[in-house]
């Protein structure tokens, strides 16, 4: 496990409130619970650099919902510290040890310095659960949890995978051997893409690694989900049309209109530099072709054809749901 955080104080009672905070957390929690404020669930999954971060904040303003930070990140939250970064489960398989985490995770039954790192309030009025690593979960998850609204934000993949890149010394979800050796993410996704995501691996291209896995988290995504089973929002309509994804949002959750979603156009994530949020807000659907060059975008867009994700972006970076493969659809 990696160090979340400082160093725990020297001093007696700086340390005893440190050594106090989980069981006084878990006690605000288990409050907010009785009283019912944390009916209202919302799931945000995505891929890392998809804006997560900054669409989670857009959904909570104010901090009113108790926001729960990627509590899926091996690395970080010891509860899943044995499992690896894109777990897959297959709907229906039993996981006694993770369907217990999952549970406590959407009822708020434990304080992690990680998952809560940024909140700090005593009443709230909902539950918002953000991570970057749960997707291939979700299906599975989502048949035993409460009711949950989920929310899935895609980001082009040519730019999620700059974004990785750029963020130097942060680890992301890069071994395409490690899915490839799931039986049943195979069995059940991605057996006919097997000699083209391995020979995607021996290239050792970390630009094409990170499309790849774009890939395969979307086709999954789309083989698992029907159309009206999560709510679609792109990145890049949320930069550059922020009202109407705002009513949509707004309709999906059930708020009323004009009710907050709070949109601050001068809002940053806190994850993201001023220069990567210019970049995007100056170009939001053509900056990703900055410094791209004609060959890796070609074998880019191979492997995103070859799992079937490689039109949801037009050439002009506009996306576009209604090109996505559902399971419902006539042609998935």
Same mark, same amino acid.
């Given at each position: 496990m990696k160090h979340f955080g400082d160093r725990e104080p020297t001093a007696f009672f700086p340390r005893m409130k440190r050594r106090a905070k989980p069981y006084?957390?878990?006690?605000?929690?288990?409050?907010?619970?009785?009283?019912?404020?944390?009916?209202?669930?919302?799931? *945000? &999954?995505?891929e890392g650099r998809s804006g997560t971060t900054w669409i989670a904040g857009l959904l909570n303003p104010g901090k009113r919902m108790l926001e729960r930070f990627e509590p899926f990140h091996p690395d970080y939250n010891v509860r899943v510290q044995y499992y690896p970064k894109l777990l897959y489960r297959?709907?229906?398989?039993?996981?006694?040890?993770? @369907?217990?985490?999952?549970?406590?995770?959407?009822?708020?039954?434990?304080?992690?310095?990680?998952v809560d790192q940024h909140q700090h309030?005593?009443?709230?009025?909902? $539950?918002?659960?953000?991570?970057v690593f749960a997707s291939l979960?979700?299906?599975?998850?989502? @048949?035993? *949890?409460?009711?949950?609204?989920? =929310?899935?934000? =895609?980001?082009?993949?040519?730019?999620?995978?700059?974004?990785? &890149? @750029?963020? %130097?010394?942060?680890?992301?979800?890069?071994? =395409?051997g490690a899915l490839l050796g799931d039986e049943a993410l195979m069995a059940d996704h991605l057996a006919p893409f097997e000699a083209m995501l391995r020979a995607v691996a021996a290239r050792n291209d970390t630009f094409l690694?990170? =499309?790849?896995?774009?890939? &395969? %988290?979307?086709?999954?995504?789309?083989?698992?989900?029907?159309?009206?089973? *999560?709510? +679609?929002?792109?990145? @890049?309509?949320? +930069?550059?049309?922020?009202?109407? %994804?705002?009513?949509?949002?707004?309709?999906y959750l059930g708020r009323a209109p004009g009710a907050a979603t709070a949109w601050d156009e001068t809002s940053i994530s806190r994850v993201s530099s001023p220069e990567q949020v210019e970049r995007?807000?100056?170009?939001?659907?053509?900056?990703?072709?900055?410094? $791209?060059?004609?060959?890796?975008?070609?074998?880019?867009m191979a492997i995103l054809a070859a799992l079937g994700v490689g039109d949801i972006y037009d050439a002009a970076g506009r996306p576009d749901a209604r090109r996505m493969r559902f399971r419902d659809d006539p042609a998935a």
């Open positions: 006084v957390r878990t006690a605000v929690y288990a409050a907010n619970r009785l009283l019912g404020r944390f009916d209202e669930r919302i799931w *945000l &999954i995505g297959r709907p229906g398989t039993v996981d006694p040890p993770l @369907e217990a985490m999952m549970r406590q995770t959407f009822r708020a039954g434990y304080w992690d310095k990680w309030g005593w009443a709230f009025e909902g $539950l918002l659960v953000k991570d979960l979700a299906k599975w998850a989502l @048949e035993f *949890l409460p009711p949950t609204k989920t =929310i899935l934000l =895609i980001r082009n993949p040519f730019a999620v995978a700059r974004s990785k &890149i @750029e963020k %130097v010394g942060w680890d992301w979800a890069e071994d =395409i690694t990170h =499309i790849a896995m774009w890939g &395969i %988290v979307h086709h999954v995504l789309q083989r698992q989900f029907a159309r009206n089973e *999560l709510h +679609v929002v792109f990145y @890049e309509d949320a +930069v550059a049309d922020r009202e109407r %994804v705002s009513a949509q949002l707004r309709h995007a807000r100056s170009d939001p659907y053509g900056s990703w072709r900055q410094g $791209l060059d004609e060959a890796r975008f070609r074998d880019g």
